[in-house]
């Protein structure tokens, strides 16, 4: 039968390994940004691994994140990648991440910026010192050798923004009538030169040429100086990137927002060719410098209609790559359709002949079932007999015991003694007999003993309030919590007690109640202090420590009554002590209250809200701080979800929401959106941006639907709002 199936399984891998290419490679891409340079190149990335099927690419953008860069690297070489290609966000910081990857075998190409090591198997890119040169040269040249200009270069310590600062000064220091009135640091964003020509002191009037080390960050400083009104009409704006498109700098610079701008070639299917060359041990070059030009009104128009007949081809060549994976696929699912019908053929003739097997076994299984079951009956029959008689010599002068003078007149004392045995003796037959039922099978009576368990439950109860259904009324789902304790019979108490108010989670020791806590995050937590493996104490300590269940209350439990055990449980952080033995009502009424009386921050980013929760959000700090570090400076992404957010802090879909929502009583969807309009408010009273430019600025992707959150919020529109 083995061998059947093993022939099977052999017969379904030659199949379909017959639609899968002998050596496959997987390329790492690590961009230092997300932007429309690397959006282009990035396709032109895609385009060429059409031209290459065992070819799989894996892309990364670290968004101007040296720290996050590291992590992406670390991470795509953890996958198993052959192959690693980076462009730096800055020269020393992303160096010893690219060296892991080196010394692990894995070839790297460094492309468009440099690090200061010479780990790297191949670099690729445009030259950075001869452009910022020939800007230097063009602008000298437009301004007849006199004139004041201002440079706005990129990110601190990245390769292009020092080479092409070099290039520039170089080419202005051979003459003196040009002045530099300011060079100003921005990180390649529109934004960055925006605001760094907002918190420039001095006079920009005056300026005759502004050299932007890209497109952006000249359009930036467009911006920006009109809406200071130092705009002059003779002033001139430079970029590099030169993109093709609506946004691009040679559309800007047909459309005389940029006199000029540089080409800063991309060649993402030239770098993959590259790729290709060394995994497959073809010759390559190790430096490979990329042409570049320079775009002025007089070849913009003609450069932009060129660039826009390559895009147009190159989505013809993108949809017809799409079509022929199709076909490829419908290809491969008819031969693995073709081998699975075999294969079930195959299968059910085998099937037919185990059910066959199958019904004699069960047939013999049944005899021997049957002979047990006697046996088992005959056994149990012999030990109640054993068991019973001892109870019923006990069980029967006690209560003829109960009835007599000396019983009615005893003191309180012996009373209470006398009720305490009869009690036990009473459930002791109880339990003898239910573990007796259910051995030998009666279910009715294990079924009645349950009934009257919970009539005895709900009696001591009285007219007690089902918070629960409270809740289910209410619409609003009861609070979780999570009970810790190794002795069982203590947990179906408690579970008696709390589960017509709460939903359950139960855990046999500190270390399972530890990770049920980390994977559930309850609403409160009720703890034994006497536990093994971790006790409540350590169990204690390590909930108000963590980064995720810290605001949960922790209710200890315990015999321990003395002073100093109650100190110790306080400072291992519990929110309530409470020793055995404890009235079910008094531990429901400490519940109630601690759930009732945790601090709520109900409004993170209002400006009211802010000093009144200042003392609880300290409480709070590493979680808060983070969530609101996180919000703000993603903001304007409009992509931006819960599951970012979560991963940013490491931390599930689910984690994030119950920890959120504990804290503020908000979602993490509403307190996004909240401290978007609370930011669009405070730009709307101290900035002069256009409604739609704030809200895109904050990360809405309609102004329309912006107008209308903001009027729900507020209620009023946003240019109310500003008047």
């Known amino acids: 039968m083995r061998r059947i199936v093993g022939l099977i399984a052999l017969f379904i891998i030659f199949f379909t390994s017959c639609t899968t290419d002998s050596k496959r490679y997987k390329i790492g891409i690590s961009q230092c940004s997300d932007d429309i340079w690397r959006e282009k190149q990035n396709a032109e990335l895609r385009i060429g691994a059409f031209f290459h099927n065992n070819v799989e690419l894996r892309f990364a953008a670290a968004y101007d994140s040296d720290e996050r860069q590291v992590q992406q690297i670390d991470s795509l070489v953890a996958t198993g990648i052959d192959l690693l290609i980076v462009a730096p966000n800055q020269v020393a910081t992303i160096s010893p991440a690219i060296d892991r990857a080196y010394d692990k075998g894995i070839p790297v190409i460094v492309f468009e910026r440099k690090t200061n090591s010479q780990k790297y198997t191949a670099y690729m890119g445009a030259d950075n010192y001869e452009m910022g040169r020939v800007m230097g040269e063009y602008i000298i040249s437009r301004l007849h050798g006199k004139g004041k200009v201002l440079e706005i270069m990129g990110l601190k310590g990245s390769s292009p923004a020092i080479e092409r600062h070099n290039g520039f000064e170089d080419a202005l220091k051979n003459h003196p009538n040009m002045e530099k009135i300011a060079t100003l640091q921005g990180d390649w964003t529109e934004q960055s030169a925006y605001q760094a020509i907002k918190d420039y002191k001095g006079d920009l009037s005056q300026v005759d040429f502004v050299f932007g080390q890209n497109d952006r960050m000249a359009v930036g400083v467009r911006k920006a100086l009109k809406e200071k009104g130092q705009l002059s009409d003779k002033t001139f704006f430079c970029g590099i990137d030169g993109l093709p498109g609506d946004d691009g700098g040679i559309r800007l610079v047909c459309d005389s927002v940029l006199d000029a701008t540089y080409i800063y070639p991309t060649h993402g299917d030239q770098l993959l060719q590259m790729a290709v060359d060394i995994l497959e041990g073809k010759t390559y070059d190790k430096e490979v410098r990329l042409m570049s030009a ?290 079910a009502d008094v531990l429901l009424a400490r519940i109630s209250n601690l759930l009732k009386n945790r601090t709520l921050l109900h409004d993170l980013w209002s400006k009211e809200g802010q000093q009144e929760t200042k003392k609880a959000a300290a409480k709070e700090d590493p979680f808060i701080s983070r969530f609101k570090e996180v919000v703000e400076e993603r903001m304007a992404d409009s992509n931006l979800s819960v599951e970012d957010i979560g991963a940013e802090m490491h931390l599930s879909r689910v984690q994030l929401y119950r920890k959120v929502k504990a804290i503020t009583g908000k979602s993490p969807v509403d307190l996004l959106r909240k401290a978007r309009l609370t930011r669009a408010s405070q730009l709307l009273t101290e900035t002069s941006a256009s409604v739609s430019e704030i809200a895109y600025q904050v990360g809405f992707t309609s102004p329309s639907y912006f107008t209308k959150c903001f009027k729900d919020e507020y209620g009023k529109v946003p240019g109310d709002a500003r008047s």
Request: hydrophobic fraction near 40%; proline fraction near 3%.
């Open 294 to 583: 320079l775009v002025t009104r007089e070849n913009a128009r003609v450069l932009y209609m060129q660039n826009e007949e390559i895009v147009r081809q190159s989505q013809n060549l993108e949809k017809l790559h799409q079509q022929a994976d199709n076909y490829l696929q419908e290809l491969d699912t008819q031969r693995v359709i073709s081998a699975l019908f075999i294969a079930l053929v195959v299968l059910l003739l085998i099937l037919a002949a185990l059910l066959y097997r199958y019904h004699i076994q069960k047939m013999h299984m049944e005899e021997e079932r049957g002979k047990m079951e006697r046996e088992k009956l005959d056994f149990y029959t012999q030990a109640a007999h054993e068991l019973r008689t001892p109870l019923t010599l006990i069980e029967g002068p006690l209560n003829e015991f109960a009835s007599t003078d000396v019983v009615r007149h005893a003191d309180n004392k012996a009373a209470e003694m006398f009720g305490i045995v009869q009690r036990n003796v009473a459930n002791l037959s109880h339990l003898v007999n239910k573990i007796l039922d259910v051995q030998v099978g009666a279910p009715a009576q294990d079924l009645t003993s349950q009934q009257v368990d919970e009539l005895t439950v709900r009696k001591g109860e009285g007219e007690q309030t089902d918070e629960a259904s409270t809740h289910e009324a209410a619409g609003v789902e009861a609070p979780t919590l999570l009970i810790v304790d190794d002795n069982a019979d203590i947990r179906s108490y408690l579970r008696a007690i709390l589960q017509p108010h709460y939903q359950l989670l139960e855990a046999a020791d500190g270390k399972e109640g530890l990770r049920m806590a980390h994977e559930q995050v309850p609403d409160l937590i009720v703890s034994d202090v006497m536990m093994p493996v971790m006790n409540g104490l350590e169990f204690c300590q390590e909930v108000k420590s963590d980064f995720l269940t810290s605001h949960v209350p922790v209710v200890l439990l315990t015999a321990r009554a003395l002073s100093k055990h109650q100190i110790e449980g306080y400072q291992s952080g519990a929110d309530a002590y409470i020793t055995k033995p404890f009235h």
